[in-house]
């Protein structure tokens, strides 16, 4: 029992290095998040078709977001990697390349949603109400068009923060985040219902405040890392040249690829298992509009510390602390998957009330609940696999964390709901808890990846 807690369980220094880095991650995506809930709310108010067409949107954006971070994540293993081993020059490097990426992803991203947004929206518009599709899609359109513009702001402020935070500073991005958010509560008020003689521009105005929080956040990051030079040494002439070293680049892409695809393919699924989903009707979207929104203020805790797998780890293995980056490795883990539980005993507390505050039906607020309590006793396990995925990936195994993730989403998931929604005639909370359970193959295989080690290895120096 001794060996098994000090396996799990840090000391004092652990947590507080830990706590360090994790909790200006934890708070800036908390009020992110909680900043989305309220937008979310209000749009809700609006009705019923412009809170889902803003779903079926943010849903198409949430990929582009994903691959944005799988853009700039397979640079972020050798920048983390190359600050622990004092290499600044290659942590320049790795943000040219992160800037790069991020300009490449957004061009085809806004090209993609330029020709392909209408037919890509009528994917999830299903049911047998004519009128209530096409309002729908309409509003969805209306807020697609607006996004696009915060896509550029949006990738810069990416390739910014995630070599800030690989360098230890993660407080400046949370307090953009900070600043960002309420930029956004504020306009999401006065544009969304027409306040302080701004016009009710409902949708489109939830859409323009967002846009604007982003060119906000993106400013603020961008004037602070410049305006520290001293302290933020990467940023001094990266934009002399962007000539970056070969061997770089190809090592990037080899480990880099993997992991690109990966979340390209994750996030793609995710979508396609809410279209799957949504065959059951545009009640169902509403349902995990608002079950998803609320969620994802509870999964702060995992996701924050996944964040910290990915520096902490990271630096310990460019540092050649192969054996304190395994026993790091675990607790973290259990910290996680700790930290979850709590957090999921909350969600299932709030499940019964937080969808009343919507202007809704009673079918949508049943299965908006529904939905919650389902995801509060799953929490635990999601954090394991969040920080299983990252551990995994910060020593560059990138090829077994794309079998590990979307490997799985795919052969997997994605098949289990398509069966289940077009040829059962299983009620969705039924389809949807078998979904989930089917995670739990996937934790099997994180612990034996884990444990056989493959991933602790330094990647920037072998000496």
């Not at 518009?125 to 896509?151: F, N």
């Amino acid at each position: 029992m001794k060996n098994i807690m000090h396996k799990l369980v840090g000391d004092r220094h652990f947590y507080k290095k830990v706590l360090a880095i994790s909790i200006p991650i934890m708070i800036q995506s908390g009020i992110t998040n909680f900043v989305s809930l309220l937008d979310n709310i209000m749009v809700g108010q609006v009705g019923t078709e412009p809170m889902s067409g803003v779903a079926i949107v943010n849903q198409l954006i949430f990929v582009f977001n994903i691959c944005i971070f799988g853009g700039i994540s397979g640079a972020g293993i050798f920048g983390a990697q190359f600050f622990g081993y004092g290499d600044h020059q290659g942590v320049r490097n790795t943000f040219r390349l992160k800037l790069i990426i991020c300009g490449f992803i957004s061009v085809v991203a806004i090209a993609i949603f330029v020709l392909m947004g209408d037919p890509l929206i009528n994917l999830y518009l299903s049911g047998d109400d004519p009128v209530a599709k096409l309002r729908t899609a309409e509003y969805a359109r209306q807020y697609l068009l607006i996004m696009l513009i915060g896509m550029i702001p949006f990738a810069i402020e990416q390739s910014y923060s995630g070599t800030l935070r690989e360098t230890g500073e993660t407080v400046l991005p949370m307090k953009a985040g900070i600043c960002a958010v309420l930029v956004n509560l504020i306009l999401n008020y006065l544009l969304i219902f027409g306040k302080l003689g701004f016009p009710a521009l409902g949708v489109v105005g939830a859409a323009i405040a967002t846009v604007i929080a982003r060119f906000v956040e993106m400013a603020i990051i961008i004037i602070w890392t410049h305006r520290n030079a001293v302290k933020n040494r990467f940023i001094v002439g990266a934009y002399r040249h962007f000539s970056i070293p070969g061997d770089l680049i190809r090592n990037v892409f080899i480990k880099g690829s993997p992991l690109m695809l990966n979340e390209v393919f994750w996030a793609s699924a995710q979508a396609i298992l809410m279209q799957c989903y949504s065959q059951r009707g545009l009640a169902v979207i509403a349902g995990f509009n608002i079950s998803n929104t609320i969620t994802n203020v509870f999964n702060i805790a995992f996701i924050a510390l996944g964040g910290a797998v990915a520096i902490i780890i990271g630096q310990q293995l460019g540092a050649n602390k192969l054996t304190e980056a395994r026993e790091t490795a675990w607790k973290l883990i259990a910290f996680s998957v700790a930290s979850c539980i709590f957090m999921g005993i909350l969600l299932a507390l709030c499940a019964p009330f937080f969808p009343q505050s919507y202007n809704t039906t009673g079918e949508i607020r049943g299965l908006a609940t529904q939905f919650m309590l389902v995801s509060a006793v799953y929490l635990p396990i999601h954090a394991f696999l969040h920080s299983a995925y990252f551990t995994l990936r910060a020593g560059g195994k990138t090829m077994i964390t794309f079998i590990f993730d979307s490997g799985f989403a795919w052969c997997v998931s994605i098949p289990l709901a398509y069966c289940l929604c077009r040829f059962t005639g299983l009620p969705i909370l039924t389809i949807y808890i078998i979904c989930q359970s089917a995670e739990l193959l996937k934790c099997f295989l994180g612990t034996y990846l884990l444990k056989k080690g493959y991933w602790i290895q330094n990647i920037v120096n072998k000496g």
